[in-house]
């Protein structure tokens, strides 16, 4: 049996999705083992999303294109050329956006489970995602709508890999949080 870390994000959160979310997640046959609602703290995300200049860079990279592919110019908006810069600046809106309010933070396990788990998710962007995926179905910001001015809200985050859910789990749970049934 694998596991992975799914949490649902204060805009998920907000609108009252929490039950729908998990409840879908039973419904793939994998078990609930873990779940807390907390407020996330800078060190947590500190630690979740650090993922060097590399990350940086990568991330930075996609949100120039992406940007640029939709008209926007983050030299204008924001005086940003260097996509380490950019990958910064969208690491600094994703902390305000996680901080936001109440995040829902569970464990699930089954067969699979961290590669169910993100096809399930959907992929970030509302284009995207597509229906009877939680973003395809749920999302309710197309990501053109924050340029310049916040993360794009996307409801719901899940590890991407049994290695990266074995380190989230691990942050954000104690061993003694994780049960067996």
């Known amino acids: 049996m694998e596991r ?24 793939l ?5 873990a ?14 999303y650090n993922k060097g200049e590399a990350w940086y860079r990568k991330v930075g990279e996609r949100t120039i294109e992406f940007w640029e592919k939709n008209g926007k110019d983050p030299k204008e908006e924001l005086g940003i050329t260097d996509p380490v810069e950019m990958g910064k600046q ?9 901080k936001s ?7 699930v396990e089954g067969r699979n489970a961290s590669a169910l788990a993100k096809k ?14 939680i973003r395809g179905d749920y999302y309710h910001q197309d990501s ?29 749970f104690r061993e003694d949080e994780l049960h067996v049934y």
């Open 90 to 98: 969208l690491q600094e809106w994703l902390f305000g956006y996680m």
């Open 4 to 27: 992975t870390f799914v949490a649902i994000k204060p805009d998920g959160v907000k609108r009252g999705l929490v039950g729908e979310i998990i409840s879908r997640f039973e419904r």
């Open 144 to 172: 053109s709508l924050s340029f310049g001015e916040h993360d794009v809200y996307n409801i719901v985050h899940c590890s991407g890999s049994p290695e990266e859910a074995e380190f989230e789990i691990k942050l954000w």
């Open 120 to 133: 399930h998710v959907g992929p970030t962007s509302s284009v995207e995602a597509p229906p009877g995926t």
């Open 29 to 33: 046959g994998l078990k609930i083992v």
């Open 35 to 48: 779940a807390k609602m907390l407020k996330v703290s800078d060190d947590l995300l500190g630690k979740h």
């Open 101 to 107: 309010g109440p995040v829902m933070a569970f464990v």
